[in-house]
């Protein structure tokens, strides 16, 4: 069998070294025009392939399933069939996809039916996510603000460097990319402030961060081990965690972030899966105290995926402020998830768990405004002459992800989202 992996593959589809969907890549997610209803697709170079009118031809007919998945609005059916299907649609799709096999390749009439431009459909949300949790597993970024908000001799907390640190996000405010986030209001403590006041946020924040797909459930009482994890983990998303600074500072305290996290968090159209990613394992940063044995874990299990963050203005200034990987991430997913069910908690499919902030050693490389300016202090000089130390409204943010193959590219497609004013609302 061929290993789709295989960095000499070529699809007959044109894909250029730098397109983040290469025949090695294949991602899920969903799309719809103004004839076809939402449905599964996967995405070739600049073209989206739709699975469902493929399945509805009879490519698939040698793999056993119900082919109905196609034609669902989430992914989350299809991702339910488990890996041993999946895996096996993956590679049926890189098969007609391969530059040397004529099935599909010259079959015209079929290849009008099934491919579309991806600039001629929309991408719609790839997963109905039924629960989320959001981890603050960089220690550059738990150190970074241990030391504007604490002692900066003892930035990290006592628990930090003993367990991944998480808290239980609101799922029905994630939103697929292109969709606009209006700035939130809500109770602030400004600095010499008597009392606290209300009013929209002034110190809107954007958070770098990936997320994974929940790929099986869990039943309540059982927990997944490390070695386990891989398995229930159907594939990765890029994931923007907006955060609203000043009414997170003035909440938090005792229980978390609340109003300050839960208006919006944006997430990329289509998913990568574990195995398009394996090709880029990489070994995770020495964790020295030694974790407990539950948190243990053998191989590489971190990835080396090159992050960015590009601001654009409203006036047109545009600029990469920040250049990331996230192969820095101290807590790794299977880290995540064993110590997210070891109480028992139930997990199941569709449900994303976001990575926390991912920032690098360095200024260059930090994952949030707050980081980037540290705390207003450093402003970001834009190339239309304004400046920027929190977001503005028309700002847009544009995070990418991407792992580089020997001659090929696999990546996300990006996630962006431009920021709206505040809903007006008489109180």
């Known amino acids: 069998m061929t290993n789709i992996n295989d960095p000499s593959l070529r699809s007959w589809i044109e894909v250029s070294e730098d397109n983040n969907f290469p025949i090695q890549n294949i991602p899920f997610g969903i799309f719809c025009t103004n004839e076809k209803s939402p449905r599964v697709a996967t995405a070739i170079g600049d073209y989206i392939l739709d699975l469902a009118t493929l399945a509805e031809l009879g490519y698939f007919n ?48 079929d290849k009008t039916k099934v491919l579309h431009s991806i600039s001629s459909v929309q991408l719609l949300m790839p997963v109905k996510v039924g629960d989320y949790t959001d981890f603050y597993s960089s220690r550059e970024h738990a150190t970074n603000l241990g030391k504007m908000f604490r002692d900066p001799e003892n930035a990290l907390l006592p628990n ?36 606290p006041v209300f009013g929209k ?67 990329s159209p289509w998913v990568v899966t ?12 020495v964790q020295d105290p030694e974790v407990l044995p539950y948190l243990k874990f053998e191989g ?30 101290y807590w790794n997913m299977c880290q995540q998830l064993a110590h997210h069910t070891i109480n028992g908690c139930n997990i199941n499919v569709g449900d994303i768990c976001a990575s926390g902030t991912i920032s690098g050693p360095e200024p260059g490389s930090y994952g949030s405004m707050l980081e980037i300016c540290w705390q207003g202090t450093k402003p970001i000089s834009m190339p239309d002459g304004t400046e920027r130390t929190f977001l503005q ?35």
């Open 300 to 329: 590489k299990k971190n990835y080396d995926i090159h992050l960015e963050i590009e601001l654009q203005t409203a006036h047109g200034g545009s600029k990469v402020i920040s250049r990331s990987n996230f192969k820095y991430m």
């Open 62 to 109: 040698t793999i056993p399933f119900d082919k109905q998945v196609f034609h669902q609005t989430y992914l989350n059916d299809f991702i339910a069939l488990g890996k041993p299907i999946t895996n096996a649609v993956r590679a049926r799709i890189s098969d007609l996809l391969n530059i040397n096999n004529n099935t599909l390749r010259d079959n015209e009439e």
């Open 274 to 285: 574990l195995e398009a990613l394996a090709p880029f394992k990489v070994d995770s940063p």
């Open 160 to 195: 930090w460097l003993h367990l991944p640190v998480g808290y239980h996000g609101r799922a029905s405010s994630i939103v697929v990319s292109g969709t606009p986030t209006i700035r939130p209001k809500g109770q602030q403590f400004p600095k010499g402030a008597a009392t």
């Open 201 to 267: 946020s002034k110190l809107l924040d954007f958070e770098l961060e990936m997320g994974f797909i929940v790929g099986k459930k869990t039943d309540l009482g059982a927990s997944v081990s490390t070695q386990q994890a891989e398995e229930h983990i159907f594939g990765l998303v890029l994931f923007n965690d907006w955060s609203a600074r000043d009414i997170q500072k003035w909440e938090y305290v005792p229980l978390g972030p609340f109003l300050g996290k839960s208006f919006a968090s944006t997430i």
């Open 393 to 427: 409204d028309g700002d847009t943010v544009i995070m990418r992800g991407f792992s580089k193959g020997d001659g090929y590219t696999i990546g996300f497609g990006g996630v962006e989202s431009k920021i709206a004013p505040a809903i007006k609302h008489e109180l």
